[in-house]
């Protein structure tokens, strides 16, 4: 299960509390779905991606195919989101995000994060998936 991170909201609220007229965070058309070998910070620091094996940020539109209608403060994906077969090793994974870019940069924002529910090893010809409903983003 993943959260947003400060950045967002932050955005939220100030939308919410009248410190702003649009939520100025943007709405991504894209967001980039990524993997982590360290927990992520709530701040949206402390991201480990593999660097070597073919790993790659997955693209997911942001529209109601790709992502559910929220209920109960929660969004879920609604397609199978699957990175490229592994080339080589990537580590233990403990965490996805989501983040506006499908690399890391100065202008890059992470939107949401969470922790998989056990970690995953990928290792040579392995193939990293979300089923669908299996990524949950909640506000609370």
Known sequence: MG?????VEDK?????FGASSTLSTGNPSVYYLGLSTTTITDAGG???????????RVAAT??????????SGS???SVTLS??????????????????????SATANIYAYGTLA???TIQNGDTASFSAAALTITLT
């Open 3 to 7: 959260s947003f991170t400060d950045h």
């Open 12 to 16: 939220v609220l100030d939308l919410m």
């Open 46 to 56: 402390n991201i480990t991606e593999p660097s070597s094996g073919a790993y790659a």
């Open 62 to 71: 942001n529209n109601k195919t790709t992502f559910s209608v929220s209920s």
């Open 75 to 77: 969004v879920t994906n």
């Open 83 to 104: 990175f490229p077969a592994a080339t080589g090793s990537w580590g233990t994974i403990l965490d996805f995000f989501l983040a506006n870019s499908s690399t890391a």
């Open 118 to 120: 056990a970690s995953k």
